[in-house]
């Protein structure tokens, strides 16, 4: 998977509590992506990250937020967990930056299943 | 809704046939790529076609793109049960924001 790792690989969890989510790459890529993948659905962008401490929203940021304080790792952290969030997380990094001209291939770690009671 | 839809959600086959998704998109992009996906695994990148490009190949792989339409294909040759997975479609704008959008998939199943 690219040099790619996710921790927890899965989650129990209850309604209310925090939960961080753990992204950890070793290819130095500038560019780190947080997604959810639900039935249906497909892939949505949580958020994600254009350098350390450079982060962005996605489509479905409410609930989420995240940190990146060395290159190598992206965190994903649910305040309070819901329901509702209950899904599969993939990281996934890139490293050209998706500017005209670049191409933005990215590549994914193996996901992590987080179930919200 | 998404920027990427692929057409259709399953698709079953027997091993040695063609298997033909297809993509749709709204908005200008810059490329348009393919990404597999097994079972319980992360999404694996196919190919990546260009928006000035038209037809691009990787061994069994075949992928054409429309601009005009704003459709893409994906054919697969000479399937193999190995094949089985579902295929997602994402597009990089051609503006704005950095990451990709992906569609919702076509899950294939290719019957030994």
């Known amino acids: ?117 | 809704s998404q920027q990427g839809e692929e057409d259709p959600q399953a698709l079953s086959i027997q091993e040695g046939e063609n298997a033909t998704m297809n993509c749709s998109y709204k908005t200008s992009i810059n490329n348009l790529q393919w990404y597999r996906q097994n079972s319980g695994r992360g999404l694996v990148h196919l190919i990546l076609i260009r928006s000035n490009e038209r037809e691009k190949h990787s061994g069994r792989l075949r992928v054409t793109l429309d601009t005009s339409k704003k459709s893409s294909s994906l054919l697969i040759t000479a399937s193999r049960a190995a094949d089985t997975a579902s295929y997602f479609c994402a597009t990089k704008r051609d503006t704005g924001r950095r990451a990709l959008t992906f569609g919702s998939g076509t899950r294939l199943q290719v019957q030994p």
């Open chain 1, 1 to 117: 998977d690219a040099g790619i790792t996710q921790s927890p690989r899965h989650k129990v969890t209850e309604t209310g509590t925090p939960v961080t989510l753990r992204c950890h790459q070793t290819e130095n890529h500038r560019y780190m992506y947080w997604y959810r993948q639900d039935p249906g659905h497909g892939l949505r962008l949580i958020h994600y990250s254009y350098g350390v401490k450079d982060t962005d929203k996605g489509e479905v940021s409410d609930g989420y937020s995240v940190s990146r304080s060395k290159t190598e790792d992206f965190l994903l952290t649910l305040e309070s967990a819901t329901s509702s969030q209950t899904s599969v997380y993939f990281c996934a990094i890139s490293e050209t930056s998706g500017r005209v001209g670049g191409y933005n291939e990215q590549f994914f770690g193996p996901g992590t299943r987080l179930t919200v009671l």
